[in-house]
Every structure is written in C-alpha cells, then in structure tokens.
C-alpha cells in the first residue's frame, strides 16, 4: 500500500499497515456497496415517480430508464459472490482487483447519471448534481486507502456529471468546469488528509504495542542480565508443575550460586561484580540448549534452571556442562578458595509428585547447601 510519508517504515510496521489498509478498504467497500444499493432502490422510485407525473421525456433513450437501474440492482446483489472470490488473493492482485471493480461502479454511476440528465425535461437536472455530489462523498470515505480505487470510481461519476456540458443544460460552462475542477481539488486533498490520519492512527497503535511489550518485558525480565526474573520464573515452573501432573512428565530444577560473590565484589567493585553475573548469565544461556527450558536469575547472585521433560541425570549433564562453559571462560577470582577463577555451586532436584514449587524449591535448596558445606564449585543431586 502506496504510503504518504516518505518515512522508512520499519517492516513490522509496514506489515501493519498494510493489513489495516486492507481491512479499511474491505470495511469501506462493504459499506458503500450497500449505500449504492439504496441509492439505486430509491432511484427506482423516483424514475417511477416521475413516469407517473410525465416527467421525464419520452424515448430520450434507446433503452428503458428504469430497465437500466433494474440491471444496476441486480450487479449490486452479484458483490458479494464477488468478495468471497476476492479475499483468497494476494494484496497486489486484491488492491487491482478492488480498484477494477470501483472503476466498473463508477461508470454504472456515470450511465446513469447521464440516462438521468437525458431524460429529465429541460431546467428540472436538480437530482444528478445531488446524485454526483453524494457518490463523490462516498468514495471518499470508502476507498480513501487506495487511491486507484478511489479515482477509478470518482471520475466516471465527474465525467457523467459533465455530459451536461454535451447536453447543453450549463447555463455557464467556465463556470461548470471551474466547479469540476474544485471538486477534484476536495476530493485529493480531502483523500490526502484521510490518508494521512490513518497511518497516524496505525502508527500511534504499533507504538502502543511496542510499548505494551517493553512493559511486559520489564516486568519479565531481570534488567541486568537479561535474564527472566523470578517472577516469570515461578508462573512458568508452575504451569510447568500442573503439566507435569497431567501429562506424567518429568521436571528438573538447578538452583545456583556464584561462589563467595560477596569477596569478589568487595575485591573489583560493584561494577565489575555486574560484569560477572552477566557473564554467568551467557554460560548458563550457552549451556542450556533445549527450546523450552529456563534460565532465571533468581536474586542476587543466585540462578535457577528449569528443566522441562528432563530427569535428574538429564539435570546432572546440563550442571557439568555449566560447570564446564564457566570454567573455560576462567574469570579471575583471587578471593576463591576453591580456585583461581569464578566457580559455582549448584544443587539439582527432580519434581516428585505431589509437590508444589514451594517444596521443589526447598529440596533444590537444601542440596545446594550441601554441596556448599562439602566445598564449593560443584553440583549435587538430591
């Protein structure tokens, strides 16, 4: 969808835009369908009408006035069967498609405002620039997203009003082209200022949702590491305990701990102390690999892993693995006691059934208490 800004639109944004241009295009499209459907009903009654109070001029046209509104009636009730066959295209095709069949609306509307000026006895043409008027208005409103599809039915409508020119019924035809020519000034600047305000609509809407996902983010992840925070940590051990009980599945939790954390920050400062917890953060990342475990740091220098459809040996792996990544990363560590380098101690327990997160947790805990006790850079089972 051709855009008015010259702004580079990031792709999701595009993307966005082009399917509320569809949708406002689809929404508009249905609603001047059915407008002109009772334009074209109420226009039955006026030729009728009119016939009646001999009105109109007889054999103006080679054919009957109201047979051709009849036939305009009956094209009307065809759309539908029409945009089901329409929707299943691609947006290209679909915009050429919608745009085609504005075009095809716009010239019955010019046949008719034309067959309408024909057959009106002189000096009574006050129905057609109404008529013309009201159809301009709609297009406007209907298919301001595409402007082929607006033109395509706005200008048959103006150049059917024009015939007047041909017929002779313009008391001043400088004056009657002038107005054509302001109308056709409304109509695009009137279609720019719509055009405009929606993508500043779809625009405000993306950046509310971006927004919203910053929002849940935050409120998600642990703003240092980048890490899920303990909050998101215990809402998805608990879906995954409840998953657990349904579907029999196994469950593994690493508890962990930066070894004399404490000493190390007192040592390099509290900024390099952040420097290492994020570094703890990429190995754990790094050493955790199936889609749909987690790593959370759990507060402070202390981490969890949740382990879905895995058991405690699976959990012993995945803890020598962490040991591993960590230890190749050697990060100095002069105030250990147990190596020259950053170390962790971590306990690992198994979900028994039964258990709450509360329970799972304190059992976790506990080995990793003694795996501390037995000295450090560890792991544990219980």
């Given at each position: ?76 009730l065809l759309q539908p069967a029409i945009w089901l066959w329409l929707r299943h295209l691609s947006l290209p095709r679909w915009h050429q498609s919608v745009g085609l069949l504005a075009l095809i609306w716009g010239c019955l509307w010019a046949g008719v405002i034309y067959a309408l000026l024909k057959s009106e006895l002189p000096g009574r043409s006050v129905l057609e620039p109404a008529l013309a008027a009201t159809l301009l208005l709609l297009g406007l409103i209907a298919l301001y997203p595409v402007s ?235």
């Amino acid at each position: 969808m051709p855009l008015l800004s010259s702004r580079r639109h990031s792709p999701q944004l595009q993307r966005l835009l082009e399917q509320a241009g569809r949708d406002a295009l689809r929404k508009g499209t249905f609603w001047i369908w059915g407008v002109q459907l009772l334009i074209a009903l109420f226009l039955l009654f006026h030729v009728r009408v009119m016939q009646e109070m001999h009105l109109l001029v007889e054999h103006a046209l080679p054919w009957q006035l109201s047979a051709q509104l009849w036939l305009m009636v009956l094209l009307l009730l065809l759309q539908p069967a029409i945009w089901l066959w329409l929707r299943h295209l691609s947006l290209p095709r679909w915009h050429q498609s919608v745009g085609l069949l504005a075009l095809i609306w716009g010239c019955l509307w010019a046949g008719v405002i034309y067959a309408l000026l024909k057959s009106e006895l002189p000096g009574r043409s006050v129905l057609e620039p109404a008529l013309a008027a009201t159809l301009l208005l709609l297009g406007l409103i209907a298919l301001y997203p595409v402007s082929r599809a607006l033109y395509g039915f706005c200008l048959p409508i103006l150049l059917g009003f024009a015939s007047m020119l041909l017929l002779k019924t313009v008391a001043s035809p400088l004056a009657f082209v002038a107005s054509l020519l302001v109308l056709l000034v409304v109509l695009e600047t009137g279609r720019r200022m719509l055009k405009n305000w929606f993508v500043l609509a779809v625009n405000r809407e993306h950046e509310q949702r971006l927004m919203l996902q910053r929002l849940d983010a935050l409120a998600h992840q642990d703003p240092l590491t980048g890490l899920a925070n303990r909050r998101h940590f215990d809402q998805v051990c608990k879906r995954a305990i409840a998953q657990g009980v349904t579907l029999e599945m196994p469950l593994t939790l690493i508890l962990l701990d930066v070894d004399f954390f404490k000493r190390y920050n007192d040592h390099y400062g509290h900024q390099a102390g952040d420097e290492c917890l994020i570094l703890v953060a990429e190995c754990l990342e790094e050493s955790v690999r199936e889609p749909g475990d987690l790593v959370a740091r759990y507060g402070g220098e202390e981490f969890v892993v949740l382990l879905q459809e895995t058991d405690k040996a699976g959990g012993l792996q995945v803890a020598r693995r962490i040991r591993e990544t960590l230890a190749a990363r050697a990060l100095p560590h002069v105030g250990s006691e147990v190596a020259p380098h950053l170390t962790l101690s971590q306990g690992i327990a198994q979900w028994q059934a039964g258990e709450t997160l509360t329970m799972l947790l304190q059992r976790t805990d506990e080995v990793l208490y003694r795996v501390k006790e037995q000295g450090r850079d560890g792991y544990g089972a219980a």
